[in-house]
């Protein structure tokens, strides 16, 4: 079982920049890992993904804004924000799957205002 905890939501005005973090508590280099985001009723989505190896995959609505990294020595997954819009306020969890278990962080808070 791995634990997961994101940071760095928050409020930021339209056209700012956040990164948000997420923490494991165990190993993440053979997990498949992402970003997920739900707006107030909406369903949760996918926002940005990476593979063990390095691919990644985004939603339109968020490419060549935001970008997913991570750090396997470190058991760490980012997500740089930038060019932030209003469309983007929602709650980002953080996800892996590993082995095929899925597993979630509690999420975190991020509001833009216009």
């Known amino acids: 079982q791995v634990q997961l905890v994101e940071s760095g939501g928050g409020l930021v005005q339209a056209g700012g920049s956040l990164r948000l973090s997420c923490a494991a508590s165990?190993?993440?280099?053979?997990?498949?890992m992402a970003w997920y985001r739900q707006a107030p009723g909406k369903q949760r989505e996918l926002a940005a993904g990476?593979?063990?190896?390095?691919?990644?995959n985004y939603a339109d609505t968020v490419k060549g804004r935001f970008t997913i990294f991570r750090d396997n020595a470190q058991k760490m997954m980012y997500l740089q924000m930038n060019s932030l819009k209003p469309e983007d306020t929602a709650v980002y969890y953080c996800?892996?799957?590993?082995?095929?278990?899925?597993?979630w962080g509690q999420g975190t808070q991020v509001t833009i205002s216009s």
């Open positions: 165990g190993s993440i280099r053979a997990a498949y």
């Open positions: 990476i593979t063990d190896n390095g691919r990644t």
């Open positions: 996800y892996a799957q590993l082995w095929g278990v899925p597993h």
